[in-house]
């Protein structure tokens, strides 16, 4: 065969196979950490789907951090369904690119948050500052590492997490604000993403503390073993809810809104909640939860939505331009 | 156009066609969106956008390190091409293919490695450490990140004015009594500051603009090591798209306003 031929019969196979796959493609749009997690998934997902007697799907995955993806797909990133970090995020879906209805977070239960995580401290084996809660990073000496929260959806759950401690614990708006300069003077790097501030603390061995979703930590300490760090459950922290939903204007487009809905509905599933938690994502399902009871700390959380009045009111309160961050980095 | 010779070759309407062709559809048309995009702010509201403190800050860096960068490229850039042009040794060959490794890495991956050994628990960094020095998280990160990115740019347009200068003409220079210092000042030099300028020039241009590889050397601390591609990068996560313009055309303007007074020195310095 000829080089030419050959060729020619690629291109062929191409255009003629390109189009069976098209039509059981998904797109699911995600954020940095949930890589492992949706890899595990999208094979158990397969295999109940085929089994009652659907057509396999490919499911293809992208992750970035939760604020740029949610831009892509506004963009016009043909996301058939979106993961990603915050519902805030997902909001903008709606608020800027017109692509799902107001109300998409009340199709799915539990606020469409079918697995949920939480703030923890990742200190270095043996704890050699005595760091046990929020008021210890605070003091002489320590160094935090947390990214930006103005570019990291994970930092902006690791500076709610620090507020409402400070709130609870000095009992006012004023010293928590007074609490959150402070321990942003403690922090010598501010990375732009949660995996960037994981390879800081980590690699580069920057800092004595690193503020991380629960599953990144652990994560990391899988990673490495467990002999260079432990993790430190803080006396409170917040729930960090990841919500998920299908993109309306995709899916009708693509005709694949039957095989989305099933699959992020299978996300609920006992064996969804399986997966979700053997990839360190606190679970939903109770009964999946008692069996994982052993490897999650038990911690006291506030909620975005009863502690702080959404996304919608503490996005543009703490993070948007002139916020509460940008003033603890003014008044410098 | 009086004095316009019909040249060898000819198509002069065609070749600007494709030019002005080639040119709107990389350059104008996405600058021309830019700005279009910015006049959804009033005057007022740019000014405002452009004049916040955090800004200004970030100005200032990223056009000092840049800047401090193409110089540091200016000096070692000239010694390395004059190394390769004027010296054969053994592994010259490589060195010369190694000099643009630097535009061939993902800048993100340059980055991460020279994070990993310029922090202050890294390889070199626990030496400078030592002595006191910070490098990594400092200014200092920055420009080195940048004299890495930049590094081919002075090196490739210096060298073949460089290879270009014949030998004889130093000898004929040393011949009539010159002495080396006099041969570089009044004979290397002046051939080869336009080229120089060039590769500075490029060099300043790319630095100004670079974010992957500064990113993770940066520490990104607001007002002091925050530079001006990452705070367009904030405003978009909060989906403030003029706001980023507004940015982008400040950074477009300094840049072009510089890259202009560089052009019209090298004009000076070409027909004295």
Known sequence: MSIRTLSLSLIASALFAAPALAQTTLLNVSYDPTRELYVEYNKAFNKHWTAQGNEAVTVQQSHGGSGKQARAVIDGLKADVVTLALAGDIDELHKLGKLIPENWQERLPQASTPYTSTIVFLVRKGNPKNIKDWGDLTKDGVEVITPNPKTSGGARWNFLAAWAWAQQHYGSEAKAQEYVKALYQHVPVLDTGARASTITFVNNQIGDVLLAWENEAFLALKEQGGDQFEIVAPSLSILAEPPVSVVDKNVDKHGTRKVAEAYLQYLYSEEGQRIAAKNFYRPRNEKVAAEFAQQFPNLKLVTIDKDFGGWKTAQPKFFNDGGVFDQIYQAQ | ?272
């Open chain 2, 1 to 272: 156009m009086s004095r316009r010779i019909s040249p060898v070759i000819p198509g002069f309407g065609l070749t600007l066609g494709y030019t002005l062709v080639y040119l709107s559809l990389l350059v104008l048309i996405p600058l021309g969106a830019l700005f279009l995009k910015t006049t959804d702010l009033t005057w007022a509201q740019f000014i405002q956008v452009i004049s916040a403190p955090r800004v200004l800050a970030a100005l200032k860096l990223s056009f000092s390190t840049a800047f401090f960068a193409a110089l540091i490229n200016g000096v070692i850039g000239t010694l390395l091409a004059w190394v390769l042009v004027r010296y054969t040794f053994p592994g010259r060959k490589i060195i010369d293919a190694m000099i643009d490794l630097p535009f061939a890495l993902p800048t993100a991956v340059a980055g991460i490695a020279l994070t990993a050994l310029y922090a202050p628990k890294g390889l070199i960094g626990s030496l400078a450490a030592d002595i006191g020095l910070k490098i990594a998280y400092t200014p200092l990160g920055i420009t080195l990140a940048l004299t890495f990115v930049t590094l081919p740019f002075v090196v490739r347009t210096v060298q073949p004015v460089l290879a270009d200068i014949p030998r004889e003409v130093e000898e004929a220079a040393a011949c009539l009594g010159a002495k080396p210092l006099q041969v570089a000042r009044h004979v290397l030099l002046p051939a080869l500051l336009p080229a120089w300028l060039t590769g500075f020039a490029l060099a300043f241009a790319r630095g100004v603009g670079e974010y992957g590889s500064v990113i993770f050397i940066a520490g990104n601390m607001p007002m002091k090591t925050e530079i001006l591609p990452l705070l367009i990068m904030v405003k978009l996560d909060q989906y403030d798209y003029t706001g980023a313009t507004a940015i982008g055309v400040l950074m477009l303007v300094v840049s072009f306003i510089l890259l202009l007074a560089i052009n019209l020195l090298q004009r000076r310095i070409e027909t004295p």
